[in-house]
């Protein structure tokens, strides 16, 4: 487990470094996991968690993806599925178990860091690359607490705006996929000028998405990966952040036909 983790610190410095990782995590065969435990996540009891990860698999969301992605995203439900039931009960896991799961999300990490030196060019388009960095940061969310102003999280913020803003939006603001993306994009972002980019792409995607309320957002997170006990405190924070910016961007547009500002072409 320490070998483990001391992988995730390479791995961090390699992907700001623009370099390959170095080391490829050990392999652990699934047989680790009891039949109870794969039974249990092959069905999920749980109403809730059962959601997790099924936004991926529409049919529009599937056309934007490649093998690759999806193969991070199956093996990351699983895993989640797997922590969120041992979370509530339904899973009592054992050492192995853990194991398993901790190897196998070091290898998702890996995977996804290799992507762009492991495909030919062009590797990923540019929403793949967008969903790859959005999976990489769920990652680390998922187990290490952000720091605003740490490097790393300067790193990400900075590759996924980039990345979203050379996409063509104006085919996306109705996506659901893309809600999931400029949210965690907020999330981390939390202290830094890029917020509010975020924070307005979110207005129009969630206007363009008819969603009228954080809870109403939330029910669309939760079906990619969110974890409500660990981003209800953000999302409230950025549903707020949304609501000022309509605000202001409404009181601005009034301003402006009260002045007659976007009339004088016509005088």
């Not at 487990?1 to 700001?16: D, E, G, H, I, S």
């Not at 995590?25 to 680790?32: A, E, G, N, V």
């Not at 690759?68 to 178990?97: C, D, H, K, N």
């Not at 300067?154 to 996306?172: M, N, T, Y």
Request: charged share 20%; proline share 4%; with cysteine.
């Amino acid at each position: 487990m320490q070998c483990l983790t001391y992988l995730r610190v390479v791995y961090v410095c390699c992907t700001m470094a623009g370099i390959r990782p170095l080391f490829r995590p050990p392999t652990l065969s699934i047989q680790r996991l009891s039949k109870s435990t794969r039974d249990s996540i092959d069905k999920c009891p749980d109403k809730i968690t059962s959601q997790i990860g099924k936004g991926f698999s529409t049919p529009a969301n599937r056309r934007l993806l490649n093998p690759a992605i999806l193969r991070a995203i199956a093996s990351t439900r699983m895993y989640l599925l797997f922590r969120e039931l041992s979370f509530i009960g339904v899973i009592q896991p054992a050492l192995r178990e853990v194991e398993f799961f901790f190897s196998r999300q070091r290898s998702v990490e890996y995977e996804l860091m290799s992507m762009p030196f492991d495909m030919p060019p062009p590797a990923l388009t540019l929403i793949q690359e967008a969903v790859r960095l959005t999976l990489m940061t769920f990652a680390f969310s998922a187990s290490t607490r952000f720091v605003p102003m740490s490097a790393y999280t300067l790193f990400l913020v900075h590759k996924l705006k980039e990345a979203l803003e050379l996409l063509d939006l104006d085919s996306l603001w109705s996506s659901d996929l893309l809600l999931w993306l400029l949210f965690f994009g907020a999330h981390i972002s939390r202290h830094l000028e890029e917020r509010t980019w975020f924070i307005a792409c979110l207005a129009r995607n969630t206007t363009q998405l008819d969603l009228t309320s954080a809870d109403a957002v939330q029910e669309v997170l939760l079906k990619f990966f969110y974890l409500e006990r660990f981003s209800r405190d953000s999302l409230l924070e950025i549903w707020d952040e949304i609501g000022s910016f309509r605000q202001a961007s409404s009181t601005e547009d009034s301003e402006s036909r009260h002045y007659g500002f976007g009339g004088l072409d016509g005088d």
